[in-house]
């Protein structure tokens, strides 16, 4: 049978709130980590630069895409919605089932372990393994009360975080050009690299991923977004945009402000400008960790009052667990999706070394989005497909959209393990049973 649901949410989002939610999801701490990488394999300042911008290009055919169906059908559930739209309920749930299980919740307990991670310089007790998981699963906690209680309140919460941490960022951007020596551009490893510019580039531009990943994911509460049609176009399209210049010019800033020697020998690590600064040099591992610290839970805040909108969409659907198609009568949130999803997240903890896992979760997630941008091919063709927006030459950005997921895809699976390949594929398989309760429970 099907959930019948009286309440609706309320479009409360508007265009501020809407962007800062997309840049608070995808600006993390994770472009200092990805600096030193990108700059190992460029093996020059210029090059890392174009590396970066490249990267963010990449971006443009998915969003276009996904700007176009977000307008067509402004409702929750992004991904899941599409495919339901598509015609296929099966993949519709599959689809639904791995963002929860492999990608959508562990992201939240990656991030909130990261966050705990670099506040051990204030608090070296936050080293230990279970004190680091209490502040974590606390991080989690507080915020989904958070977002439990209002979207209104939580989407100015994300505006506040997202200069918070846009502010400090563009600092180093002010600073290295105010350092900027052309000379320094040209310093270069590249003599010891002995691989084509384009195997340099490629490598680089996948290496860049991680920074960009989370543009869509306002989508999951499209049905939350006052005038959909106008904001999520102007939104997603701006952020990316946003996204691609700040990364862009933080490359080229901090190239400016760190010895190239210096951010090779950094890979595997945070780079910190700050430590290069005679200004901020007594306490910039101390001004970092709070920057870092920012950025980590602009993402978590984010994560955590976008997520559970998939799950909710399906529950209202028949096709998941009943609470999750639950709003809250007073604050029209979806209380206990949101709830559910940290409680699970902290679970996850108990796991163990939830980094190590990262190899099948990053497989997951380029699986989820390959499903997506291939309904538009299917979505084209339905009579109530009338979007606001057309992604010009749609064609061929869905072709490019799915040919970067690919490659994508083929990269994964060459950089880790089989075991964690496998894991996905078996995780994703666990779907299938309850996939076939809930159909039959349904349309019983």
Not at 47 to 76: C, K, N, R, S, V
Not at 122 to 131: M, S, V, Y
Not at 237 to 255: D, Q
Not at 258 to 270: C, E, Q, S, W, Y
């Amino acid at each position: 049978m099907i959930i019948n649901e009286e309440l609706k949410p309320v479009r409360s989002l508007n265009l501020t709130q809407t962007i800062s939610i997309i840049i608070s999801t995808v600006i993390g701490s994770g472009v200092f980590i990805s600096l030193p990488i990108i700059a190992q394999i460029a093996g020059s300042p210029l090059l890392a630069t174009i590396i970066w911008l490249l990267g963010g290009l990449m971006w443009l055919p998915p969003i276009l895409i996904l700007a176009e169906m977000g307008t067509a059908y402004p409702d929750q559930g992004f991904g899941y919605y599409y495919l339901q739209k598509a015609g296929s309920p099966f993949l519709a749930f599959i689809y639904t089932w791995t963002c929860f299980l492999t990608s959508d919740t562990p992201t939240l307990t990656i991030v909130a372990l990261s966050a705990a991670s670099v506040l051990k310089i204030f608090a070296p007790t936050l080293g230990n393994f279970w004190i680091a998981r209490i502040f974590a699963s606390l991080l989690i906690l507080s915020f989904a009360y958070l977002h439990y209680r209002s979207v209104k309140t939580g989407g100015n919460f994300q505006i506040i975080l997202t200069l918070a941490k846009i502010i400090p960022l563009f600092a180093v951007v002010v600073i290295g050009f105010g350092m900027f020596d052309s000379n320094q551009l040209f310093t270069s490893s590249i003599s010891e690299n002995n691989q084509s510019i384009f195997f340099i580039i490629t490598a680089g531009i996948s290496a860049t991923a991680w920074s960009y990943a989370g543009f869509g994911n306002i989508l999951y509460m499209a049905g939350e977004v006052k005038n959909p049609h106008k904001t999520l176009p102007i939104a997603l399209i701006g952020s990316v945009i946003f996204v691609m210049i700040a990364y862009t010019l933080i490359s080229l800033g901090t190239s400016m402000i760190v010895p190239f020697n210096a951010l090779l020998d950094a890979k595997g690590d945070f780079v910190n400008p700050f430590l290069y600064l005679n200004l901020f040099k007594n306490f910039a591992p101390h001004l970092f960790a709070v920057v870092a610290f920012i950025s980590m839970i602009g993402v978590l805040s984010a994560s955590i009052m976008v997520q559970p909108r998939l799950e909710y969409a399906m529950a209202k659907d028949g096709l998941f667990f009943k609470p999750f198609g639950k709003l809250h009568p007073k604050f029209l949130t979806p209380h206990i999706s949101i709830m559910i999803q940290a409680s699970f997240a902290v679970f996850i903890f108990l796991l163990g070394d939830i980094e190590n896992m990262l190899g099948y979760f990053t497989l997951s997630y380029v699986l989820q989005n390959t499903l997506v941008y291939g309904t538009i091919f299917f979505l084209r063709k339905r009579n109530d497909y009338k979007p606001t927006f057309y992604s010009p030459m749609w064609k061929t950005m869905g072709v490019l959209s799915l040919l970067i997921q690919i490659y994508l895809v083929y990269g994964t699976i060459l950089a880790y393990p089989a075991y964690g390949v496998l894991a996905c594929f078996g995780l994703v398989l666990t779907g299938l049973p309850i996939y076939l309760y809930f159909k039959k429970r349904t349309f019983k």
